[in-house]
DNA sequence: TCTAGCTATTGACCAAGATCAACTTACCGA
DNA sequence: TCGGTAAGTTGATCTTGGTCAATAGCTAGA
């Protein structure tokens, strides 16, 4: 892990995420100006499940999985963020982290202290505010997989994350590029990655080629009736 | 539904609760003003998923299920909420229904309407903090399902069940009363009522003694090891 | 260019849980 | 007290996905 500077690009990613993009440029900095920022490598672990957890993280590059272990070792991701997204948001007030932290790539982590944190929501509104609306989103991604786990099958789950990735408009065949690799998907799906595998197969039927990880939809239409 | 007068008991349903437990009795005063109170039979649907909610809603006594339907009809719970539970507050930020509620008994329910909570929640620091960690404990209750279902067998996941009913201290065996129906739990844990059954049935070598909705655990311990 | 290692795919087998059906038990109302 | 209905249990079968192993393909470094 290293220290890294703030670059303008660094900058760029935070005003234009989900959290720091509705919050004014003025609250932005002060917050920034508190940022730690550090490398992790590809299976470096930032915390542990039920670790006591002090800084709220966001990701400026590279990929975070966070997963619940099983009594026989087996691992469960609960979670994925991207570049721009926050995470570790809740032990601000839960304490301890509800899950394990893995860089699943090469990633530049910013590291925000809690307790500065949770003084700046009390204070001004606004920062409350994006907390607020922020945990209604992740929420509401957790809440989309459990769903999904309970309602559809493997083949299902896969072809409604392609069609997450379906660009707006009529088009009826796209392509577009994972932005990870294929057992990062297959843990956010909640599938051993032979399952994602056969599920690709599956899907080769209804016009999906895979290669590598290029996706290649060639009848959304055929998609949508899974 | 009907609507009804709240009640001193009512009132002390509110002040015991995670939501309104943490805010001056003023500020919760302001806020239960604003209350309307409705009865719902059992399986009367407070609002479908997708519906625009206008509302933050309490259960005051009785029980509602958070559901999704699949396409093929099938529903899958994501939540359950009793006594002193605010639910649906999340579309406050949402602004449209995640999921379905529906009453799984009969119930009390009150409802805030959501413009004047956000306002208050903009206004007043506690209420936004109040807001922010009851987000924060549902967000961690959602991801815990998600990783129960996709870690444990269903035998474990009712065990598991069982033990968050036990009382704390060191007594190996105890016994409670399911505050529902067993078809209520199947669908909480993500099971099918058959399924349930025989996680009970497979318990009961392990002292697990289930008689209607009486739930005797004679050795703890052999829980434990699931 | 070649080799080693990693990622992904495919085959075979097995376990878990869903589904469907039939039966039992419990509860409520007449 | 009796009958009807709902809840729950049990049996059988099927589907889905996990696990293990082997193989193929791809990538990176020497």
Redesign the interface.
Known sequence: MKTLQMTSSDRTTFLTSRFFGRLPCSTVDAILEDARLSTFKEHDILFHQGDSIVDVFFVLSGLIRLY?V?KDG?Q????VFSKGEMFAD?T???GRA??SAEAAEASVIARFDSAKLRQL???D?DV??A???H??????M??D???Q????TATQRVASYILSHCPNGTATSFSFRLPFQKSVLAGKL?LAPEALSRAFSTLRRSGVIVKGRIIEIHDRLALERF
């Open positions: 619940r099983g087996r469960a991701d609960v979670a809740n601000m007030y839960l509800t899950a929501a009390a204070a509104p409350a505010q907390f607020i609306e945990l209604c989103h992740r929420g509401k957790t809440e997989l459990l769903a786990d309970r309602l559809l909640g």
